[in-house]
């Protein structure tokens, strides 16, 4: 079944640099990556996603990239604000549509 | 249009007790999925169902269970509880892709 790992853990950053997670995983077969974003008390809620047709897409501040030979995608985060501080989850789609999520980037932003 | 619904909100039950816990998806989504979700652990999967009929399934023992019904809404139950059990549990309704979470039901296990 399909594996995602998911880099760092936690990551401070300073209000207006840029942050960036990385995921890998392990399906080849996997073609769908949706990043979801959980604020504290929350529940998790898309953001972005890419599909394994194409490299790179860009949402405002934020974009994913996904680079299939290696089998890693990122999610870049620009211009940081205080507001951008949550978990953020990335996931891979397989086979019979199951999502496998990594375990989480806690990411706080200092003002 | 509404979204997610899950109930409870809040649970406390105790070591052995079972637990059935409630997850009503947006209207038209037909796939309903649970996810355990711990510190540390990030959100684990449990199960999918899809026209009431389990698509997919996690690792986890079969004191986990779950269906769901002829309207989509699913129930997910726990025999036997253990204190490693205490989690939120998520279930997320989706048509094709994007996946919409509920509230989540917090369960304490004591």
């Known amino acids: 079944g399909e594996n995602v790992e998911q880099h760092p853990s936690t990551l401070s950053v300073q209000e207006g640099d840029s942050a960036v997670i990385k995921c890998t995983y392990s399906d080849s077969a996997s073609n769908y990556f949706p990043w979801y974003k959980q604020e504290l008390g929350k529940r998790p809620q898309l953001i972005i996603d890419?599909?394994?047709?194409?490299g790179e897409k860009k949402d405002q501040r934020i974009a994913v990239t996904l680079n299939k030979t290696a089998k890693h995608f990122s999610l870049h985060i620009t211009e940081t604000q205080p507001e951008d501080s949550a978990v953020y989850f990335c996931a891979g789609e397989g086979g019979y549509q199951k999502v496998t999520f990594g375990t989480g980037t806690k990411l706080q932003v200092i003002p | 249009k509404a979204g997610v619904t899950q109930t409870p909100r809040y649970l406390i039950k105790t070591r052995g007790q079972q637990v059935t816990l409630s997850c009503s998806p947006i209207s038209g989504h037909r796939s309903v999925s649970w996810y355990q979700q711990t510190p540390g652990q990030g959100l684990q999967f449990l199960f999918e169902y899809f026209s009431e009929t389990q698509r997919n399934k996690g690792n986890f023992p079969g004191r986990f269970s779950g269906r769901q019904f002829s309207n989509s809404r699913s129930e997910m139950n726990v025999s036997t509880l253990e204190l490693g059990d205490s989690a939120l549990y998520l279930c997320?309704?989706?048509?094709?892709?994007?996946?919409?979470f509920g509230q989540g039901t917090r369960l304490t296990v004591v």
């Open positions: 997320a309704s989706s048509y094709r892709d994007e996946a919409f």
């Open positions: 890419i599909r394994s047709n194409v």
